[in-house]
């Protein structure tokens, strides 16, 4: 033990110092040349068409993280461009998880859908100054004259429109007189660049769909690519972060910029967050919710923010987790087991320990007085002795868990089986002394043991050795209880990998959610509220569910299991290291 602690190498990653990386040191440099004017100034982007999921932590912590760090500022700004996918439902969900995440965007909670006026003021801008036309070709005619990525492609034939022309056209695109999908105004750059995107982009498109914050005040709206870097000029943004899909639009982003003579974010693209056996895309996120496969956006088995919350993740753990996977500009996957590991090690230390049997048989002490009851002394975390002891109820009647009795031990098993002895935590050593079996199916019902007064827990003679511990609850005084167990919604690590890849859906897992409806919990859970989370010993961390526990019925979800894959795949990385040196 003490040469581990000699050569450093069992150093927690939560007392390393925080690793830097490469948009970090671009602010820091920018901040020390006295770009900006000094200034920091970022912004989280969602577009509100459904709910935000653990990728889009990744890009909260780094946007936020980024501005707090180094005393800027962070908006968070809905790309609304798209009326018909978008809701204000999505638009609540994202404000209260970026929130419950740990971070505040003050009083600067904007809308692309604000700056309608003003871009369609730009597209005028542009038009007037030769930049941008209106073209009559329908959306499968533009795609033949767009051309492929080996071949240029050709100019529209309305592309040489005169700009009283264009002018004329684009305002009564916006008083209504076209029907949808019949023209658009399109940038005029240059149809044989290599860079599909410059190949005269669409900028505005006409679209009958009520907006959920302008009503039906526009028929014609913005696309993402010419509203999103506008966006972050108007507010003022120097560093304007997104994911590497956008590198390619960063030269029409720069483009639109420089056309405009305003001022100019600079964009920085890094990797976006994969994790295995999920999906990161709120397109498919949609389509499990709205085809049933899960509960709603909030399952507890979504890795949505508002499902992780609901599963009993802590913000700290996420938060945890955004800060070690790094940033990086290279795509890559992120082992799920190392999102459940920072679960783990935050619960670990705050979460109340309490015992609960999930598949419950019953055992009556034969030599334990009717009518006693015992208070014992329980530790509620032994990480943090600052959380006190609670008193335990003992009695002669309690339940243990189904899997510590084999009537017929396998070698190697430890636990009760007939004839043999393990300690009750924090009780005393019993005996199985008997098997009480139903007459006609020969099921099991209940155990009959025998309990050693003089082995209680604390005792001078309790250091008497048997090889197992077992967790139990008194029957008389257990709270009734669901317990649901979750599994990885996909059995596969890359859901995609099926030769089709719209066939992502035939890798659900068909046993990712297991109800258990008779648990015992001990009573100290009686009042437990929802959202509070414990580890019952032995079975992993358990959060009370938020949505279904009426006051009547407890119920509870569990978030992780004890079982640590991510601390032995550390560690046998760790000690092949430690062997090779
Ligand atoms: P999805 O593909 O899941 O629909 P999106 O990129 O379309 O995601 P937006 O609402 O546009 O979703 O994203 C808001 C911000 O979050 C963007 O800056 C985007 O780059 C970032 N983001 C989205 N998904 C991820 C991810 N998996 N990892 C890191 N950042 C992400
Ligand atoms: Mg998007």
């Known amino acids: 033990m003490e040469s581990k602690a000699a050569d450093g190498g069992d150093k927690t990653a939560g007392n390393e110092a925080v690793p830097s990386h490469f948009i970090r040191n671009i602010v820091s440099e920018d901040l020390k040349q006295g770009k900006n004017g000094g200034r920091v100034h970022t912004r989280f982007p969602p577009e509100p068409n459904g709910y935000l999921h653990i990728g889009h932590a990744k890009s909260i912590c780094l946007n936020f993280g980024l501005a707090a760090e180094f005393g800027g500022m962070c908006n968070l700004r809905f790309d609304d461009t798209n009326p018909s996918k978008e809701d204000i439902e999505y638009v609540e969900s994202i404000k209260e998880d970026v929130r419950w995440l740990g971070f505040d965007w003050g009083d600067r909670e904007f809308y692309a859908s604000d700056y309608f006026a003003q871009l369609y003021d730009f597209a005028i801008q542009l038009i007037q100054s030769g930049k941008a036309f209106v073209c009559d070709l329908n959306a499968e005619q533009m795609r033949e004259y767009r051309g492929t990525l080996t071949e240029p492609g050709k100019n529209s034939p309305f592309r040489d429109r005169s700009i009283d022309e264009n002018l004329d056209l684009f305002r009564r695109m916006r008083a209504g007189e076209f029907p949808d999908g019949s023209r658009t105004l399109r940038a005029k750059i240059d149809m044989a660049s290599p860079n599909i995107n410059m190949r005269d982009p669409v900028m505005y498109r006409v679209l009958r769909a009520s907006h959920h914050r302008t009503g039906d005040a526009w028929c014609i709206y913005p696309t993402y690519d010419f509203a999103h870097g506008q966006s972050d000029s108007i507010e003022g943004i120097t560093h304007s972060i997104c994911t590497l899909e956008f590198e390619d639009h960063r030269p029409l982003y720069d483009w639109f910029l420089d056309q405009l003579s305003i001022h100019h974010p600079q964009q920085i693209e890094f990797a976006r967050l994969n994790i295995t056996h999920t999906v990161l895309s709120k397109r498919k996120l949609l389509q499990l919710v709205q085809q049933e496969y899960v509960d709603g956006w909030d399952d507890p088995r979504m890795p949505t923010l508002a499902g992780f919350r609901r599963r009993g993740y802590t913000p700290e753990a996420i938060r945890n987790f955004c800060e070690r996977i790094g940033v990086a500009k290279r795509n890559s996957v992120v082992d799920i087991a190392m999102l459940e590991h920072c679960l783990r090690e935050d619960l670990n230390k705050r979460a109340p320990r309490v015992m609960a049997v999930l598949r419950p048989i019953k055992v009556v002490l034969e030599n334990y007085p009717e009518g006693q009851i015992e208070e014992l002394d329980a530790v509620n975390n032994p990480e943090d002795p600052a959380m006190g002891t609670r008193k335990i109820p003992f009695s002669r009647v309690f339940y243990i868990e189904q899997d510590d009795f084999r009537e017929e031990p396998p070698k190697g098993f430890f636990r009760l089986s007939p004839g043999k002895e393990v300690r009750l935590r924090y009780a005393y ?114 959060c009370v569910d938020s949505e279904e526990s009426p006051p009547t019925k407890l119920v509870f979800n569990r978030s992780v299991s004890l079982r640590d894959m991510w601390a032995k795949k550390e560690k046998t990385v760790g000690d092949s290291r430690r062997n090779r040196s």
């Open 429 to 542: 050593i019993i005996k199985c002394v008997g098997v009480d079996k139903d007459p006609v199916t020969g099921a099991i019902q209940e155990l009959r043991c025998t309990y050693d007064p003089e082995t209680k827990s604390g005792s001078s003679r309790s250091g008497r050795k048997v090889k197992a511990t077992i967790h139990w609850v008194s029957a008389a005084h257990a709270v009734e209880a669901e317990v649901r167990l979750y599994e990885h919604l996909f059995t596969k690590e890359d859901p995609e990998d099926v030769p089709e890849r719209s066939d992502w859906l035939a890798n659900i897992n068909p046993n990712s959610l297991e109800r258990l409806t008779s648990c015992r919990i001990e009573p100290y859970l009686v009042d437990a509220k929802p959202g509070s989370r414990y580890q019952f010993e032995r079975l992993g961390y358990f």
